[in-house]
């Protein structure tokens, strides 16, 4: 069976383009960018031409780019690095944030430091009064994604920015779900720091960064051999490092037909679940125009759960996610769709399809005849069983 | 020119058989580990496969070991994981680490426990007395590396482990190194944890492993999404580490060729260094067998620069190092060899041979001759300058 991959936020294939660019440095121009000989300044020029590529992608100086092993990294970097260098204070991050910015912020509290929530309304948008109060005590860094994995739905990261600056807070944004999707300016947004990844991309595992503003004091999250100016050690994975580079190229290249093809299958898509009556989570912000975030309840109030359906879909052919796919072995409902204030019973239904530049109309209408198929199967399995 | 390459302990090439069962999880085999889909579950089990194959190649069960992106994070990780969660006591790491444990080691010192180094002595082997003496005080870890990166000195970590666990120590070792070139068997040596890593056994760059004793409660470096049983968030480098297992099994398979075969290699080189009346160090104890490091210091104290032979070297088709490659940026004379009392002057001088199976005895040959060339140069623009 062919299978429909409709799982593209969590991770999305490598393009052939950018894997070209990463052979060769997976042959024979080996070597470390730290040596003095050939192989090592080889390497070192290629790592370069790639920091000029990622930075170029979002309106940054290559100065700027700290190369880390990926997004988890450069996040944890941001919050522990930023804060670990200032006095005790407070640590704001949005409820709807990865776990990969609320945990390290949870482990500075043991360290001294407060790790507090800043709310989200309905619609996955922060709640800018909430964030308002909330600096009145000193406050170290505040963190707010661009878009958020889940949902699709895109923060006002300028504002935030600016409200932050005046309180004296560094600013801090995880683009990852953002970038290739959506138009993202560094400097535009008036972000302290800003991560990156190269698998949501078509770039590789293995490579992300944090966008510094070179003003901010960071502690490095790993010590060792001084790699990017003493921020990062650990030998550069050139070849990814490469493949970023060329996926932030193509990106760029390939935004608009990304946004206008991905937002005509999610359109098809939200028609079809409308019909079916669905719930659509943020259906009413602005979203990234791949994303679609829903669940089933009917009027009694039975909800089809996420891991049935999802189970159901892979067995038909279609790769779709629970939630994010890093608590997809978790039953928790998303805390994204709680912190929205979702039921938790609905919240348990909720599916994630993300679609990439590759996927058809055609897969859309067969999704949407199997997404049928399935959900009534399911409703007659429960009926049968109650 | 056709470039020789002998700086396999800085970097290694990745070996065409480990590309090859990469090659699919770049292409069609894409997918996230952690998603319930076809795709992830296929991801899953190659992870979980090249984590019996890692654990297979030290002795170890699969359940013992913990990816990360490479050594260095591995490294920070056992220092700041293991310490972190005890109360304020010692770290203790030999004076002849990377820095990528001596510096996190430095970097805990800031938040309230205490680094301090284990001397060696002019073999490069550790100074049990010191060690001894240093245990009087409460000891969290103590960090010895097996096989030193620049000198190849193996050390006895079995003895130190053993010394460490009667004064209620953990005891870590950096195995980077050794893996592939000597044996290394986890549990032989008594440690509860060991670092290594992919690209320097032929894997690519971007996998390590950090192998643990389930015993030990450590704290995560990253957190996240709650990977490697939370110990280590991130979504995994699925094609990095199935090339690192691929790796790690060869590696075992080839041991005793490389051993055998690079041996060779080393004493036709030190027979050649010896006759041209080179230094070398730590040349009279238990090493590494594709290493060796060494300078040259006439009668009159003179010594060549290990800056200035590298680059001659380079020019003359030769690749290798002057010190480790993570300080080839830096003209301090090498760490390992102060901590060993070698003069500063004679530390400046250092070069690093370091070979592979996939070298020869008429490349060997051809160094030698190039060599002899290059020094005899370069003294004669000395004495003509002086």
Redesign the interface.
């Known amino acids: 069976m062919n299978?429909v991959?409709f799982?593209h936020n969590?991770?999305?294939?490598?393009k052939?383009e950018v894997?070209k660019t990463m052979l060769p440095f997976?042959?024979e121009r080996?070597?470390?960018p730290?040596?003095?000989?050939?192989?090592?300044r080889n390497a070192r020029d290629a790592v370069e031409h790639a920091r000029a590529q990622v930075a170029n992608a979002v309106g940054a100086q290559a100065s700027q780019v700290v190369f880390t092993?990926?997004?988890?990294?450069a996040?944890?970097f941001a919050v522990s690095g930023v804060a670990g260098n200032l006095a005790h204070g407070q640590i704001l991050t949005s409820a709807v944030e990865?776990?990969?910015i609320t945990?390290?912020a949870?482990?500075m509290q043991h360290?001294g430091w407060h790790a507090l929530n800043i709310n989200v309304n309905a619609d996955c948008k922060l709640d800018m009064h909430h964030l308002h109060n909330l600096l009145a005590a000193p406050t170290n860094l505040v963190s707010v994604m661009l878009a958020n994995n889940e949902t699709g739905v895109i923060q006002d990261v300028a504002a935030i920015s600016e409200l932050a600056r005046q309180y004296k807070a560094y600013m801090h944004t995880d683009a990852v779900q953002a970038l290739g999707k959506i138009p993202v300016s560094f400097s535009d947004i008036g972000v302290h720091a800003m991560t990156l990844s190269s698998?949501k991309i078509g770039g590789?595992?293995?490579a992300g960064a944090l966008v510094l503003d070179k003003r901010v004091d960071i502690?490095?999250?790993?010590?060792?051999?001084?790699?990017e100016k003493g921020l990062r050690?650990?030998?550069?994975?050139?070849?990814?490092i490469v493949g970023f580079g060329t996926a932030c190229e193509l990106a760029i290249q390939n935004l608009g037909h990304f946004a206008k093809h991905t937002q005509t299958l999610r359109d098809r898509l939200e028609d079809g679940l409308a019909s079916m009556k669905a719930v659509i989570f943020g259906e009413s912000a602005q979203r990234l125009p791949n994303t679609s975030f829903f669940a089933f309840a009917n009027e009694s109030g039975e909800v089809i759960e996420g891991?049935t359906l999802?189970?159901a879909?892979?067995k038909a052919g279609?790769?779709?996610?629970?939630g994010?796919?890093?608590?997809?072995?978790?039953t928790e409902p998303s805390h994204v769709l709680l912190a929205m204030g979702i039921d938790p019973d609905v919240a348990r239904g909720a599916v994630r399809v993300s679609f990439s530049a590759s996927n058809t109309i055609e897969q859309v209408e067969a999704f949407l005849k199997a997404l049928a198929q399935e959900v009534s199967r399911i409703r007659q399995m429960t009926a049968i069983a109650a």
């Open positions: 299978m991959y799982d969590s991770t999305t294939a490598l052939s894997l997976m042959t080996h070597g470390n730290n040596s003095r000989h050939m192989f090592g092993a990926g997004g988890t990294e996040n944890n990865h776990p990969c945990r390290p949870l482990a360290r698998h590789p595992l293995g502690q490095p999250l790993l010590y060792g051999g001084g790699q050690s650990g030998t550069e994975n050139v070849a990814a891991e999802v189970t879909l892979d279609f790769a779709v996610a629970s994010s796919a890093c608590s997809s072995d978790s």
